[in-house]
């Protein structure tokens, strides 16, 4: 194995495993060129071809403190040559139980007594089901845009725009699932009616629901900032009227905490945010990298474990691997007032800010939304705007550039979350961060002489895609026509307004867009064929990508008995009209054949 290239275990691996070990919409560019790492040290990963990266991706969260702490390791160390990795849950316990256990509930606001499990996922439903027996009520409230794990109850479903009854969430009104980004088949047939599913950041839409069903509501749950989804920010006041209205109501007030937890502080959202949560889930940092999860919170609600009427088994919780990973974690997050969280920030600033300034030097429209050991690079605006909500971010947002910048960082060394989201560490030098700087300037100045542009700027009032910017259909004309120079944009943009306002048109690129929200990779896959050509052959390429993508939708994605005649999209001989323009017939046949 040690001879062979990283295609070809990437071909193996896929054969081998189903869907990679995380499947959540993960691009084809990750799915395709797996990379395998066979070292890692503080804030560095090494890949089974010699290459070196600084890593961000930090495990997905876990890894705040690097790889391989020297202290952290020494702890696990101290407990394999000592004691075991698993006794026996509910049955042995070990004074690191004890010791761990009393700093989380020191340091945690919420925390008055506390119960262990092994994943995020877990730590969820132990809250959900501790707040259903404690108050007796059946529904719970999530948010759209957040995640808490792979469970029925909380994955997927849409919010209902204008809900005639209880505000469960529904699926796309064309049964379409992919504007769903959480959206799985298999889920049990009542999974979204456990809950009611609400816009983030609409305090009338909680207070409406609330003030309806609050009788009939256990628990709302939610991410304090929305550190899956671009760090969206609460509201100034909402976590606060939230608060406040959970109290009148006698609802449950949870903060999922996987993310923050540890990750902000050691007192995780609630303490940076300062409000207050009944209960609170945590996992992923709170252990540095080994798995562990934990639910806390006020005692009564907590207690209902005690008599075994709430039930919260599991082989592996308590496991003294996790506990130990956990206690030595807190150990050095704790030590000298906290000196790794100021080194973490110091890490941040200097990346956010360093990014900002290579951007601006490129000409490359880009701005930073974050909180302390989290933060996203967002392409497409260098807004200064705090974001809040979806609609909002996608005024600026440019999907695009951002997997463009993505794989060029990869490319020169520097791993992130695709999906824009960076988690510094305390093992993050400053030799990391020149390095990371230095990629930066090399992809942006790249980007930057493709023409890369703000969003705002290419929609000017005399522009004739003027009005579909804050639409859906506008992601598809940025796609394809925002890489083209001004005029042949204008050209081609007319040409497809005229298209647009067919009916049948319009359904079309409604499902083209949503397939294009999944389809991301796809897109930015056929985009890079449109980067090979040069001048107004792109054009006629960018209609062949778009065809192309229809096709895909069309053959992969649409049921077989769908009506809508998408077809009128697939237009391939208006394609080749145009590449007949700039190349010879026989090329642009050849060229379409094989495109
Ligand atoms: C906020 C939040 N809650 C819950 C989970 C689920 O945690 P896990 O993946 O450990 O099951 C995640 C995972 O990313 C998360 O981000």
């Known amino acids: ?53 600084v890593d961000y991706i930090g495990a997905m969260g876990p890894n705040i403190l690097g790889h391989r702490h020297p202290e952290w390791v020494e702890a696990i160390k101290e407990l394999l040559d000592t004691y075991s990795t698993s006794v026996g849950s509910g049955i042995l316990q070990s004074t690191d139980d004890i010791e761990l256990a009393e700093r989380l509930i020191r340091h945690i606001p919420c925390a008055e007594k506390i119960k262990t499990c092994i994943t995020g996922t877990e730590a969820v439903q132990m809250a959900l089901r501790l707040s259903r027996a404690y108050t007796g009520r059946p529904y719970f409230i999530r948010f759209s845009g ?62 409406n629901t609330v003030e309806k069903y609050g009788d009939q509501i256990a628990m709302v749950h939610f991410e304090a900032v929305v550190c899956n989804h671009f760090c969206l920010m609460p509201k100034p006041g909402y976590l606060e009227r939230i608060r406040e209205l959970c109290t009148k109501y006698g609802i449950i007030m949870s903060i999922d905490e996987v993310i923050t937890g540890f990750r902000v502080g050691l007192g995780g959202a609630q303490e940076l945010l300062n409000v207050t949560p009944d209960i609170a889930t945590f996992g992923k940092a ?36 996790g506990i130990r990973a956990a206690l030595a974690t807190v150990k050095i997050l704790a030590k000298d007032n906290g000196a790794v969280y100021q080194h973490i920030a110091e890490v941040q600033n200097q990346l956010e800010t360093g990014l900002k300034e290579v951007a601006k030097k490129n000409g490359i429209p880009m701005f930073t939304q974050g909180i302390p050991g989290v933060f996203f690079t967002i392409f497409g ?25 993505w794989s060029g960082m990869q490319e020169n060394g520097i791993l992130q979350l695709a999906g824009g989201r960076w988690y510094p560490s305390a093992a993050h030098s400053t030799t990391d961060i020149e390095k990371t700087l230095e990629a930066a300037d090399k992809v942006m100045a790249a980007l930057g002489s493709k023409g890369i542009k703000a969003k705002g700027e290419i929609l000017k009032n005399d522009d004739p895609l003027v009005g579909y910017r804050k639409t859906w259909v506008d992601d598809i004309l940025y796609m394809e026509f925002g890489k083209l120079t001004k005029d042949i944009a204008i050209e081609a943009a007319t040409d497809f307004k005229k298209e647009l306002d067919r009916p049948e048109t319009q359904k079309a690129i409604f499902i083209a867009r949503k ?27 960018a209609i062949t990508v778009r065809n192309k993508a229809a096709r895909f939708i069309v053959e992969k994605l649409l049921p077989k008995d769908d009506p809508t005649d998408i077809r009128i999209f697939l237009d391939e001989e208006k394609a080749v009209a145009w590449l007949s323009a700039y190349k010879s017939k026989e090329q642009s046949e050849i060229w379409l054949k094989e495109n």
């Not at 005692?299 to 709430?310: C, G, H, S, T, Y």
């Not at 260098?382 to 910048?405: A, G, R």
């Not at 999944?518 to 980067?531: I, N, R, T, Y």
């Open 146 to 207: 957040h995640y808490h794990g792979w469970m029925d109850n909380v994955l997927g479903g849409l919010t209902d725009p204008s809900p005639t009854g209880k505000p469960f969430a529904v699926q796309d009104p064309d049964s379409d699932p992919i504007e769903d980004y959480c959206f799985t088949k298999g889920k049990a047939a009542n999974a979204n009616n456990e809950s009611f599913l609400l816009p983030w950041n609409d305090i009338e839409a909680f207070e």
């Open 381 to 405: 605006s260098d807004t200064e705007q705090v974001i809040y909500t979806d609609d909002q971010l996608e005024e600026f947002i440019d999907y695009d550039v951002y997997m463009q910048f």
């Open 1 to 53: 194995m040690k001879n062979e290239t990283s295609g070809q275990l990437t071909e193996k691996f896929n054969q081998l495993f189903a869907g990679g070990h995380t499947n959540y919409r993960v691009p084809l560019q990750i799915t395709e060129n797996r990379l395998f790492i066979n070292k890692a040290q503080g804030g560095r990963v090494w890949d089974l071809d010699g290459r070196e990266y």
């Open 515 to 541: 397939g294009a929200k999944v389809m991301g990779p796809a897109f930015s896959k056929f985009s890079k064929e449109v980067d090979k050509y040069e001048g107004d052959h792109l054009k006629a390429l």
């Open 286 to 321: 709170i252990a540095g990298g080994v798995p562990f999860s934990a639910v806390m919170g006020k005692k009564e609600i907590m207690a209902q474990l005690d008599d075994q009427l709430v039930l919260g088994p599991g082989t592996f919780n308590g496991y003294p691997l």
